[in-house]
């Protein structure tokens, strides 16, 4: 296999080799290549890539912090949908859109990948950042049970535990997507996920609104009923 890539620090362009027995040594479905210097360029890199050998993201060595060093490729709905599924991406939206907690567990490269898309095609009230954990597999062990407790998505094996979503709405985003993955225009197929993820986020907030009001209505007949 042979990866076209580019040094995240300068940008300059070149070809990495993957040997055939490459996948014999992880279980997942992603793997990380490192590129000495002089190979592409004078700078030293890590690629990140799936096995169908698409590029998720860069880690540049001389970078002066994380933010820097991790450059992860632009996410669009049809680089989710292939390396995640549709059923995964789809959780993961419809968890949003109900500001349900999830943890993503993966490299940061691809859960920044991630979160951004999310950014994209959620509406700006919700704070996506807010919302999801990144955290390494190393990192999840440490976590306190509580947060474990959330919805977690382990985007190597695509495993899904404590699920939070209503399958009804899941149903429908996945459709969605389906939809948005024949859009070959990365900007008309965000527009058409984040047209419908804002209709489908008013219709949850008005439930959420006549749930709460039908409570209230049922406590206050109870205390007259008690008073009474």
């Not at 549709?86 to 859109?97: N, Q």
Request: hydrophobic share 40%; charged share 25%; net charge negative.
């Amino acid at each position: 296999m042979k990866l076209q890539i580019t040094c995240p620090t300068c940008g300059t362009a070149g070809e990495l080799e993957v040997p055939d027995d490459a996948w014999n040594k992880v279980q997942g479905n992603i793997i990380m290549g490192r590129v000495v210097p002089g190979k592409v360029c004078e700078h030293g890199f890590k690629v990140e890539f799936s096995r169908s050998g698409l590029v998720l993201g860069y880690h540049a060595f001389d970078a002066p912090d994380v933010e820097e060093r991790i450059r992860p490729v632009e996410f669009t709905v049809q680089t989710v949908i292939r390396n995640l599924g549709v059923e995964v991406a789809a959780a993961l939206l419809t968890a949003g859109i109900s500001e349900e907690t999830v943890v993503l567990i993966g490299s940061l490269a691809v859960t920044i990948g991630i979160r951004s898309f999310m950014e994209c095609v959620l509406p700006d009230s919700i704070d996506v950042g807010a919302l999801i954990y990144m955290v390494t597999k190393e990192e999840y062990e440490t976590l306190p049970e509580s947060t474990k407790q959330h919805m977690t998505v382990d985007l190597s094996s695509k495993i899904i535990t404590n699920p939070s979503f209503d399958e009804d709405q899941l149903a429908w985003m996945r459709k969605v997507l389906l939809q948005a993955n024949m859009v070959t225009n990365k900007e008309a197929a965000e527009t058409l996920i984040l047209k419908e993820t804002s209709k489908l986020r008013t219709t949850v907030s008005l439930l959420r609104h006549l749930a709460s009001r039908r409570a209230a209505g049922l406590e206050g007949k109870k205390k007259k009923e008690d008073a009474s």
